[in-house]
């Protein structure tokens, strides 16, 4: 949420400022600004409401040769969005950008005298509070940033830069993820290594309690309480190619095209076909261990959860005595949950870095509970705080609505379960059709994509008009159906809510009329005939029917059939939630919004 870019060296900072945040963007995108120096101190202060080509705009006519500069891309939290509330903000030669929410903004504006409030921003208050410490000396904007953090509750990754020291950068984090990059006669700084691709590969991630002095051939950090931290210095792998479009129009459609390779990355060194086993590193548990999980609690936010969900219902089927619950991380955090201790949380975040998914991880280390990660972003937080993981491996995923993650967050999961049911003796016979079917997935997900991309083109058309939908599925097609309803609702604010088949008696069947369309999921199976009599009920009453299904001769007379001819049965809902991605991205489409950034929202929720 929010990005922050930063640039110290021999080369023009507005240049990377721009480029930097124009990566960034996904992290927000209601207001953007960039302040640089000068050597002699003169600072250009841009600012812009709206879109980073807003800014351009401003650069045309105040373009620099500075080298010291920082920069940020934002998500509104407090204070509309608007160029007076876009980041940097200034108190007399002080500018800072931040990430994160100072909760107790309120009382430290108490204390502050002599600033002249322009913004309604809580970063307002922090740049004024680290203004009133600034006075002369060794480090002075250093000391002045760490007087001022003692006094901040919140969430913070900040850049200051003063006027008067055009040559450094303070950076600092408790929460809000930042990440140094080091390169020949520069140092970059940028809230997501993303920034920095193609800048230079060695980067350090910043820890909460951390704040560094960043000029352009030195880093110094510190913890807030003064102590050294040597310098850890590790490899950005990700290149140029997986942050582009890459010939495709929108990141969105890129990634869920993505993802026969993604799921592959995935899979790769985890899974032998030949004897049916699975075998992950990561998680760091032995045999002993895995047999002694009774109980698994899956934590995550959004498509993570739904991820979770799906999980859940595979792993109860082969693994014995073992129960699982699968929580949104938001409820949980604020929940007396009594955990198992023989439980095991799996804490599932593509961003690695989702504020409330942290909290939980924090909390159920605590009450001694190991915690495994199921993380996309290498070196994230999340990552980096779990006891052990399994990284996804997909690369990064830039649109805001969640894809090719969610295949490989479920996937790693079942395998996981797989390791214990392993562990636990269930025979190799009663696991084989879940692992040949994980590793005939890629390959299914390529056809299902080529074979649904025309069928779904062909009738977006009768529905981009809706204003509401409902998704139906049972058993696993039920976690399936809610997450394409998720992904309808957020990139088309078509209003799309899941139901269980079972449960439309209970209430949603009363909706189904004419300025509603339903979404079917009819997987193949034992509750294939069950799902078909709430088919007809809602046919009775005229609903209007999408029907996705692998049934070879499926002939109920719903208005459209989307088909998927693939073998799979078990992860079938798998590739029904790949058709219902490509349909809220052609739907998105024929309403002409804007598919990667839909409105109010942001990539990586890094605030409560
Ligand atoms: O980075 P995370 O996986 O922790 O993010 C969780 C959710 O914020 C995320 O899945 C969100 O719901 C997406 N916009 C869904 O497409």
Not at 291 to 304: D, N, S
Not at 321 to 339: D, F, K, L, P, Q
Not at 557 to 581: D, G, H, T, Y
Request: glycine share 8%.
């Amino acid at each position: 949420m929010c990005g922050i870019v930063g640039y110290v060296g021999n080369k023009n900072a507005q240049d990377f400022l721009i480029s930097g945040l124009k990566r960034l963007e996904y992290r927000g995108y209601d207001s953007a600004g960039i302040v640089t120096l000068s050597e002699n101190g003169e600072a250009t202060l841009l600012r812009a409401k709206g879109k980073i080509v807003n800014l351009e705009e401003k650069l045309l006519e105040n373009r620099r040769e500075d080298k010291i500069g920082i920069g940020h891309t934002r998500w509104a939290t407090h204070g509309e969005p608007s160029e007076v509330n876009a980041h940097p903000h200034q108190a007399g030669k002080i500018y800072l950008v931040h990430n994160g929410i100072i909760e107790n903004y309120k009382e430290l504006r108490r204390h502050i005298s002599g600033h002249d409030f322009k913004s309604q921003t809580d970063t307002e208050v922090l740049v004024a509070l680290i203004n009133s410490f600034y006075k002369d000396g060794e480090y002075p904007l250093a000391n002045a940033v760490v007087q001022a953090l003692k006094l901040v509750k919140g969430t913070y990754g900040i850049a200051v830069v003063s006027a008067e020291n055009p040559e450094e950068i303070v950076v600092a984090r408790s929460g809000s993820p930042l990440v140094i990059g080091i390169g020949t006669d520069e140092t970059l700084l940028a809230s997501d290594a993303s920034a920095l691709v193609g800048h230079t590969k060695r980067a350090i991630y910043l820890n909460d309690g951390e704040v560094a002095v960043i000029r352009k051939d030195s880093v110094e950090i510190k913890t807030l309480n003064a102590e050294p931290v040597s310098l850890r210095v590790e490899e950005i792998e990700t290149n140029l190619s997986a942050i582009q479009k890459g010939g495709y129009d929108h990141f969105l459609l890129k990634e869920i095209m993505e993802q026969p390779e993604s799921l592959a990355e995935t899979l790769r060194g985890r899974i032998n076909a030949e004897d049916g086993t699975v075998r992950l590193g990561g998680p760091g548990l032995s045999a002993a261990e895995l047999r002694k999980i009774k109980h698994l609690v899956i934590v995550g936010c959004g498509t993570a959860y739904h991820a979770g969900l799906l999980a859940a219902y595979y792993i109860e089927q082969f693994t014995p005595e073992i129960t699982i619950e699968t929580v949104i991380a938001s409820e949980y955090r604020y929940r007396n949950a009594y955990i198992p201790e023989d439980s095991v949380a799996l804490i599932v975040s593509q961003s690695g870095e989702t504020a409330d998914t942290l909290a939980c991880l924090r909390s159920i280390k605590e009450k001694g509970i190991r915690t495994i990660g199921i993380v996309n972003a290498i070196g994230s937080t999340i990552a980096r705080e779990v006891d052990g993981g399994t990284y996804v491996h997909v690369g990064p995923e830039i649109s805001v609505a969640s894809t090719k993650a969610f295949t490989s967050q479920m996937i790693a999961m079942v395998m996981f379960g797989l390791t214990i049911a392993q562990a636990k003796g269930v025979p190799a016979m009663m696991l084989k059709n879940y692992v040949e079917e994980i590793v005939a997935l890629p390959e299914a997900i390529r056809e299902t994509l080529a074979e649904a991309t025309e069928p779904v083109k062909e009738i977006v058309s009768n529905y981009v008009d809706y204003d509401h939908a409902i998704y139906l599925g049972r058993d696993t097609a039920y976690p399936a159906a809610m997450e394409g309803a998720l992904k309808l609702k957020e990139v088309s604010y078509i209003d799309a809510n899941a139901y269980a088949f079972g449960e439309l008696k209970h209430g949603p069947l009363a909706l189904v009329d004419d300025r509603f369309f339903e979404m079917a999921l009819l997987p193949k199976g034992e509750l294939y005939e069950k799902a078909v009599s709430n088919v007809q009920e809602v046919l009775a009453r005229n609903g209007h029917i999408i029907a996705i299904t692998n049934v070879e001769d499926f002939d109920l007379e719903v208005e459209s059939v989307l088909r998927i001819s693939s073998k799979i049965e078990l992860f079938a809902p798998v590739l029904m939630n790949l058709v219902m991605q490509l349909f809220a991205y052609y739907v998105t489409i024929g309403k002409g919004y804007n598919v990667d950034q839909p409105r109010n929202l942001a990539k990586s929720v890094t605030v409560e």
